[in-house]
Nanobody
């Protein structure tokens, strides 16, 4: 069974930075596409960033140039570096692991951007 555990969320002022981490266990991490999604009240969960096993990335337009996804296969961990945070980035952020039609989700970590 695959387990994903996120950490690093919290309260930050606009313009600040946070780094989210997601530690995976129970799988061959390097084979999975890893991603970060977020959900705000009343909205569907949306893709923030994802990285394939080969290192290709894609980002939501709203975070391009501000957020960076990286992965450390040796540590079974994926990161999301978030810079220049805006109040509209406030959400619960979820880690996702995908291989084919199989998806796994973490429990989510809240990020609040406010003065």
């Amino acid at each position: 069974q695959v387990q994903l555990v996120e950490s690093g969320g919290g309260l930050v002022q606009p313009g600040g930075s946070l780094r989210l981490s997601c530690a995976a266990s129970g799988t061959i991490f390097s084979l999975y596409v890893m991603g970060w999604y977020r959900r705000t009240p009343g909205k569907q969960r949306e893709l923030v960033a994802r990285m394939t096993s080969g290192g290709s990335t894609n980002y939501a337009d709203s975070v391009k140039g501000r957020f960076t996804i990286t992965r450390d296969n040796a540590k079974n961990t994926v990161y999301l570096q978030m810079n220049s945070l805006k109040p509209e980035d406030t959400a619960v952020y979820y880690c996702n692991a995908q291989r084919g039609a199989v998806y796994y989700w973490g429990q989510g970590t809240p990020v609040t951007v406010a003065s």
